[in-house]
């Protein structure tokens, strides 16, 4: 079965650039999105279609995907995007997740 | 504003049915290019897409519930449900209610999320 990959933590200073990738066998050839979820909280989507970004979601986030890797980039990171990301693409009509990123912002 | 609102009981007792309802505002759950899912996350966990339903009743569901899930439509409430049978701990987890966005070019995303709703299997 097909498989998303993701490190489990990710570190980054306040105000700096956060990338957070999600690898898989030729995941460039499909489409992904990315995911934020607080403590407590329901998923949030933050990119989707590799790189789209829906309305609301500020614009210090980004995304990029080829080859086998999927990245989340955030810009100027800040406290509140400290969370856990999770990606998400599609393989042969079946969803797949990645085991989620968290994001410290230190 | 589109909103997903998860109910039903939290606590199932062992190899009885957890049975949740997801309500939908704001919007028709009749609209096209759209389905609705279902999907859990164990605490502490990652996520699991549970299964899917289109508004005139055509149904997916994770083969690794093994027949165990069923999905159903009430477009007249704005409504979808899931049932689960036979449940163990290994299916208390959130459960969540998303809408899934189905583009033209595939590479469908779930958004909104409702809540989520923690059920607990009791032994």
């Known amino acids: 079965s097909y498989e998303l990959t993701q490190p489990p933590s990710v570190s980054v200073s306040p105000g700096q650039t956060a990338s957070i990738t999600c690898s898989g066998h030729?995941?460039?050839?499909?489409?992904a999105s990315w995911y934020q979820q607080k403590p407590g909280q329901s998923p949030v989507l933050v990119i989707y279609?590799?790189?789209k970004r829906p309305s609301g979601i500020p614009d210090r986030f980004s995304g990029s995907n080829s080859g086998n890797t999927a990245t989340l980039t955030i810009s100027g990171t800040q406290a509140m995007d400290e969370a856990d990301y999770f990606c998400?693409?599609?393989?042969?009509?079946?969803?797949?997740f990645g085991g989620g990123t968290n994001l410290a912002v230190l | 504003q589109l909103q997903l609102q998860e109910s039903g009981p939290g606590l199932v007792k062992s190899s009885e049915t957890l049975s949740l309802i997801c309500t939908v505002s704001?919007?028709?759950?009749?609209?096209?290019?759209?389905?609705w899912d279902w999907i859990r996350q164990p605490p502490g966990k990652g996520l699991e897409r549970i299964g899917s339903?289109?508004?005139?009743?055509?149904?997916y569901y994770n083969p690794s519930l093994k027949s165990r899930a069923t999905i159903s439509v009430d477009t007249f409430k704005n409504q979808f449900s899931l049932k689960l049978t036979s449940v163990t701990a290994a299916d208390t987890a959130v459960y969540y209610c998303?809408?899934?966005?189905?583009?033209?070019?595939?590479?469908?995303?779930?958004?909104?999320w409702g809540q989520g709703t923690l059920v607990t299997v009791s032994s």
């Open positions: 279609q590799d790189s």
């Open positions: 998303a809408r899934r966005v189905v583009p033209a070019a595939r590479g469908d995303w779930f958004d909104p």
């Open positions: 339903i289109y508004y005139s009743g055509g149904t």
């Open positions: 998400q693409a599609w393989d042969n009509d079946h969803v797949v």
């Open positions: 030729k995941l460039g050839d499909k489409y």
């Open positions: 704001g919007a028709s759950i009749s609209g096209s290019n759209y389905y």
